[in-house]
């Protein structure tokens, strides 16, 4: 009995959202607030050299200017700087620490006051003096100096010699330019002074404690001086997972003043924080005679700062994708100096497999294959990194359910050939692949007299729907209406949960509800065993249920008790579990999810305007816990897939080493305007190895594959192929 798991069950906090009660990080009072501005570099590179903060501290209301002269003190190792998700590489970056400049945009100072509006006009009145150093911000100018980092992916057979003797080759450069995070909610901390050095810190992340460890870590405090609370998040997509700076600092200002402080970013501050690194992808695809693969090597030369090695896996998807007998995969950083670059939506597969499925569209060409037809020849059944199956990949439904639904069949192959009024039509498609991961977490369940419960777990909800498909998760294994469901999650005192990234929390925090329910159901049956002629004295635990407010006999419904009579007998009125999941070890599969992106694009062909106006993107990824906000994760991936395509693109002044396009004016994401017709399908993929649950999560797989299928139906509708990103008008004139 599953009413609620797999439904489309509306947000359980929607109305909160809408309504505006759902409080963020930025939003939370004191009554003895204070507001800090933060003050940033212009300067890449160097030393501060003097400021003069006189004037700012005369203006009314300026309680105070922090900088590294006179902040409080903070830890001195590498070390205490290090939260759950670092780089293992590296000395992390520690805003205010001292005189040395990094990159352009760090925060050098923090000003005090009333109100934010005071902060922020003192802070312009803050002179400062450096002195500057050489730098370099361009991936180009420094790719010969990047350094390969050891990467999983296993090398086989000899990919060199098999490209020299392949049929057919396709080798070429691909670009992805850095890309900067956009969520909605600007990133901020509020941090509460609770008197007596504690503190609550309202903070916008993705993991409240990997956020509490690090700043008691930071601050040198005591686990329980501070707690930090993320209630609701409006957006991350990865650039919460590692605390950022403005955390720190709003603490570290909270400290100073012994009084509580808000610190909200603006928008072209957060340009100086993490972002998609820039990457230069290079692809050599061989292929025999019969139109499959013989050969494929990957390289990727991928931005990180001076002072972290942050890298993810670009290269290796194709040992996932496509069976060939010889492979090799390379993977390089280079040194810039700017921020260490982060995680954004399937970090390292977003761009890698960008790269790859635009390679093998251009083999396809090459091939005069169908390209759909060139990814069935080369279909590999297993991980060819690990030579082992998956737990199960429902791929080729993908491919047929997505073409079936596109309309694949009626597709000209031939470029330019099709066409709608003054407009070309292009039609093409990749594939996807991300990973299935599952992570330790617990859960707590209070399960009161009157048929309610209480969830709680310390996981964030980033905007993804944890607090829905906990809720439906719980009234399932609990057998109570959803309403009677209250999910508590994102508060550093609860119970242990990794922080909300890579798609592992549906799966993780899913198993770790049952897995408490099923410990609440086992003192239900305890307790009603004792019950003098219980109907289900001689009823083991396996054999029993909770549906309808009762425990139940599987073999015979009419053997149930209520919750109320069994805890009523019980002389209780609530019982409290808190379990965490288990997954049983398995070298033996491989995990993933995949999908089949196609792509309809129509181009003005004097203008070179392009518009995506149609997407299917046909997704496989295990049990589908709720239909409508599954949806909404893959079409918002599908969305900033266009946007990776066609918009995206912090671009730098070199010269100075700045970004110039530091605001949403400038910085393109998709708009209304942009986004047209997008069909999201979800192929039936039952899956009973992963875990019990068959679930593999799906926040991130909905975006890889969608830029290379427009790429690919940009080629198709004009015959031009634009290999770095985003495809704007000018290039498209350009590579005619
Ligand atoms: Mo995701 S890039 O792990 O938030």
Redesign the pocket.
Known sequence: MAPYIGTATSRVDGRAKVTGEAKYAGEFKAPDLAYGFVIESTVPKGRITHIDAGEALRVEGVIDVLTHKNRPRMAGTDKAWKDDVAPEEGSPFRPLYGDSIKFSGQPIALVLAEEWEIARYAASLVRIEYEEQAFVTDLYQQRDQAFAVAKPDKPHGDAGRAFMAAAVRHEAEYFIPTEHHNPMELFASTAIWDGDGKLTVYDKT?GVQNVQRYLCSVFEKKPDEVRVMSPFVGG???L??RPQYQVVLAMLGALALQRSVRLVLTRGQMYGLGHRPATIERLALGAKADGTLDSVSHEAIAVTSQFEEFSRNDTGWAALLYKSANAKYVHRLARLDVPTSC?????GAATGVYALESAMDELAVALKLDPIELRLRCYSDRDQNEDVPYTSKQLRECYRQGAETFGWGKRNPEPRSMRDGSELVGWGMASGVWEALQMPAAARIVLTANGHAEVFCAASD?GTGTYTILAQVAADALGLPIENINVKLGDSTLPQAPV????WMAASASHAVVATADEVRKELLTLASTIKGSPLGKTSLEDTTLVGGQIVSKRDTSLAISIADVMRHGAIDRIEKEKTNSFPEDSEHARNTHSAVFAEVKVDEQLGVIRVTRIVNAVAAGRILNAKTAHSQVMGGVVWGIGMALHEETLFDHRFGRVMNANIAEYHVPVNADVHEITVIFVDEPDKIINPMGIKGL??IGIVGVAAAIANAVYHATGKRVRDLPITLDKLHRSA
């Not at 995680?343 to 970090?347: F, K, L």
């Open positions: 993705q991350a997509f990865g919460g997972l995680d954004m939506r399937a970090p980033i909300e990234g890579g798609s926040g991130e």
